[in-house]
């Protein structure tokens, strides 16, 4: 059986390849796959080792353009500004330190020094603060007892209180009312009635002061200047004939509108009587016959000129109608006793001269003149 086996065995080994050939090829196999699996490894680590630094590279850049683009205060300004900076060079792929500028180096220091100061400044107020608010809350409070206040006092000093406390708020409330709009003050107008009034005023008050010179001037420049002047003009014209100055006077009366003035009629019928127009004068003064109780002179000097231009019947009626509205009037009576004695009305006329004497205002020549007509017609008996 051995040798069987033998047999059979070197039977295997002669139909077997030869296989030191491909032992030699498997060893130079395994060799060449050795060496490959080795600088596979070399190039994977050199490449984590190149992605590595990139991303360094990239953070620290991606870092710098941070802190370049947002503003910076204070220390980190200072210790970023005053630092060295780090660049990547292209040319060998390594970092390089970049020392700062001068000015980058000497500004830094300035503003770091003017902190500096003030922090010290700070703690300087501090420490002297602290001191100060010890002491006093170390000073003990005085206690000081307060008076015996009856309950009289003590109401006065409330209402006190109160009213102080009332300005109090006024004052500061006013300034809030206090409008921003300027203030603008109106002339007070003075209507032109209103002038012509105090124009013939202040001439009345010349006149009798004795400055007739600068009284006709004033009017006379007032009269030229204004359109309502109706009074300056009266009190004009009626000193003109005052002062026997007819020709003056009747220069003003032609310019003048005398149809609804009872006063420029009045002066209009005197300038006639001064000119010897009786007839003129009592016309004027007929035409336009105001109401007696607004104008009462106006029919005084109607009855006077009726009784001195021949017409005592005129008259006596004219003064028994002054005398119905005021019968206390010694003129009026001596006035109708005149007229009536005219016109041979004695009896009537005696009795109208005792009225007159009755009444204390009557002149000193009038008086004399009825107690003389007053005898006569005694005597005489009529």
């Known amino acids: 059986m051995s040798v069987i086996n033998d047999m059979l065995r070197d039977l295997e080994q002669r139909k077997a390849p030869d296989r030191s050939e491909l032992e030699t090829v498997s060893a130079n196999g395994s060799l060449i796959e050795a060496k ?9 680590a050199l490449v984590v080792l190149l992605l590595g630094v990139g991303v360094g590279v990239g953070g620290l850049l991606f870092r710098y353009s941070e802190i ?30 970049k020392q700062p500028s001068i000015a980058q180096v000497v500004k830094p220091e300035v503003i770091a020094e003017g902190v500096e100061e003030q ?5 300087a107020t501090i420490q002297v603060k602290a001191p100060i608010s010890k002491a006093k809350a170390s000073k003990p409070k005085k206690t ?9 006092q003590q109401s006065d000093v409330i209402n006190k209180k109160a009213s102080m406390g009332k300005v109090i708020t006024r004052a ?33 008050k010349l006149f009798k002061a004795g400055e007739s010179r600068k009284a006709y001037r004033s009017l006379y420049e007032f009269m030229a200047t204004q359109a309502v002047d109706q009074e300056s003009r009266t ?42 127009e009786h007839n003129l004068a009592l016309y004027t003064l007929r ?30 009626e004219t003064y028994a109608s002054l005398l119905e509205y005021d019968n206390e009037s010694a003129n009026w009576w001596a006035g109708l006793a005149i007229a009536l004695d005219s ?6 006329a005696v009795n109208a001269y005792k009225q007159a004497l009755d009444i204390p205002d009557l002149s000193p020549e009038l008086f004399e003149y009825i107690e003389n007509r007053l005898n006569l017609l005694t005597v005489t008996g009529t």
């Open 36 to 44: 490959s699996s080795t600088m596979k490894k070399y190039l994977v």
């Open 68 to 97: 370049m683009m947002k503003p910076e205060s204070g220390p980190e300004r200072l210790t970023k500004v005053g630092s060295a900076e780090t660049k990547l060079e292209p040319a060998t792929g390594q970092l390089a330190l």
């Open 119 to 123: 922090k010290q400044k700070k703690t």
């Open 144 to 152: 000081t007892a307060k008076p015996h206040i009856t309950n009289i």
């Open 172 to 204: 500061k409330a006013a300034p809030k009312a206090l409008s921003t709009k300027p203030i603008v003050r109106r002339k007070s107008t003075v209507s032109p009635q209103k002038r012509d009034q105090n124009m013939a005023d202040l001439s009345r």
């Open 235 to 276: 009190v004009l014209i009626s000193y003109l004939l005052q002062d026997e100055r007819i020709a003056e006077a009747g220069d003003v009366l032609v310019t003048t509108q005398v149809d609804h003035s009872p006063e420029l009629r009045q002066l209009k019928a005197r300038w006639y009587v001064a000119q010897g």
């Open 287 to 316: 035409e336009r016959l105001p109401e007696l109780h607004s104008y009462p002179e106006y029919y005084a000097l109607l009855a006077a000129y009726y009784q001195r231009f021949g017409f005592s019947a005129k008259a006596a």
């Open 343 to 348: 016109s041979k009305q004695y009896k009537d």
